[in-house]
């Protein structure tokens, strides 16, 4: 048994290394930068009043058709981004890559808001309404009812229901029970069970009932992990000069890496940036094709800012707070280097910060998942089956937290790569479309400023 988990490790990892390859991350960043292009420039004129739609009600979209509100459809994405990739995956990142690597998920951020922007305003111009009256959209209906290529939609979504159940679903309560065993003695049967009691309770009532939980939950656990972050920041500002500086040298020197290989650098910069912030894999915009809004362009704006959230800011604060620690040549990796680094300010309290951030955000992702995975099932089943669905991925939580991992996660990095080909190709092949809807909505947005700004 365990030759054979070793070959199936070995067969996945080979698999993992290839598709998260060069090819995809230069497919990645390069849509970005094209979009980028297209759009003007539009995530960086445009933050400041996205940031306000996202945070603000707007009585225009009340009585639109949708199932859950501008601010839900944000909160639905942040739980399912913001993750072990904030805590973990931004000190791999700094090991392999050094402290130049976070200055290219900064870059990876900025582009990947133009993908983020395209992805929703696919997914809310070519939704559907099921039966039901709920809404469904994302990569696969674009793909088929804008593309024309439904094979590629189809495609997109057994990737995605597949890789729900592991980067969404077993990686996360793995990585709680883990962190409860270590830090707080618990038994990881217990763990999974309060897990899967508690995932059982939100995900049974669909999107709705997990929009309401994430509007709640989400900026709770962001606030709590930046809040003690940035107390390491102020109260270590003397530090934070320096290290800002280590980061924009070394993006471009490669001293802070063994090896000094600039390739290095970008590499895991660009890998781990997408890795947590998931634009351009086709995820985020499952959830933003549920939201109540008057025009695609309106929500597309809202889903922009979850990059900038999750990895402008939240990676930030952990990048930098780990670049200032200084520990990152000291052999700690993941989730254990943060905590470290965070115990190097505040003691036991910086350790205690960074495993409930972790819990927290391994929640959130569970919940956010489970939607992305039904609606993918969905796709594929015309909408039958979907309780035991709902079921069975609660079940995979108490799964996933008292067994080991390791092929599930070669595994479901593998599917979670698949996904991005054909979300990608849809994206170039639809930019046109995106294009020509920004031109519609901006238009309107103007015409509110204007007569905002005049009141």
């Keep these: 048994m365990e030759k054979l988990n070793q070959t199936l490790l070995d067969f996945f990892g080979a698999a993992s290394d290839f598709v998260w390859g060069p090819v995809l991350l230069i497919l990645l960043v390069g849509t970005g930068v094209y979009l980028t292009f297209r759009l003007g420039f539009l995530q960086i004129k445009t933050l ?38 904030n805590i973990a995956g931004v000190a791999t990142a700094v090991v392999l890559g050094g402290p130049g690597a976070v200055f290219w998920m900064w870059v990876t951020a900025v582009f990947g808001m133009a993908t983020k922007y395209a992805e929703a305003i696919l997914a809310v111009k070519y939704r559907v309404e099921d039966k039901n009256g709920n809404m ?72 709705k009932s997990i ?6 939950f989400v900026p709770v656990m962001a606030v709590f992990y930046v809040f003690g972050g940035l107390i390491i920041l102020i109260l270590n500002f003397q530090l934070v000069p320096e290290a800002v500086a280590q980061i924009f040298t070394y993006a471009f020197t490669a001293e802070g890496v063994a090896g000094g290989a ?36 309106r929500q597309a704006l809202v889903s922009m ?16 707070t780990i670049v200032m620690a200084g520990m990152h040549t000291g052999g700690a990796d993941g989730a254990s280097l943060t905590s470290e680094s965070f115990a190097y300010f505040l003691g036991s309290t910086g350790s205690y910060i960074v495993t409930i951030g972790l819990i927290f955000f391994a929640f959130s992702t569970i919940l956010g ?36 991992l390791d092929v599930v996660w070669a595994f479901a990095d593998v599917m979670n790569g698949l996904m991005a080909f054909p979300n990608l190709i849809g994206l170039l092949g639809l930019s046109g479309v995106v294009v020509a809807e920004t031109k519609r909505f901006l238009k309107v947005a103007n015409e509110e400023r204007g007569k905002t700004s005049k009141a």
């Design 305 to 320: 800012t979850q990059v900038f959230i999750d990895t402008i800011v939240v990676c930030s604060i952990t990048g930098i």
């Design 48 to 85: 400041p009043y996205a940031l306000k739609l996202s945070f603000t009600k707007s009585p225009k979209d009340k009585n639109q058709k949708g199932d859950i509100s501008h601010y839900q459809a944000l909160t639905t994405a942040l739980a399912a981004t913001i993750g072990t990739g």
């Design 211 to 216: 929009g309401k939980v994430t509007a709640l």
């Design 369 to 404: 998942w489970s939607y992305y995975g039904e609606k993918c099932f969905g796709y594929l089943t015309k909408d039958r089956g979907m309780i035991f669905y709902r079921v069975l991925f609660v079940a995979f939580v108490l799964f996933g937290a008292v067994v080991k």
């Design 136 to 207: 469904s959209g994302g990569p696969m209906y674009y793909l088929e009812k804008g593309l024309n290529a439904k094979w590629l939609g189809v495609l997109f979504a057994i990737f995605g229901a597949v890789a729900a159940f592991g980067i969404g679903n077993m990686v996360q309560s793995n990585s709680v029970s883990d962190v409860m065993s270590s830090t707080f003695n618990v038994n990881v049967w217990v763990t999974g069970i309060i897990l899967a009691v508690l995932a059982l309770l939100v995900i049974i009532g669909g999107i």
């Design 262 to 297: 600039i390739g290095t650098v970008i590499r895991w910069g660009v890998a781990r940036g997408v890795f947590s912030n998931e634009a351009g894999l086709g995820s985020a915009p499952i959830a933003a094709a549920a939201a109540r809004t008057d025009y695609p362009g």
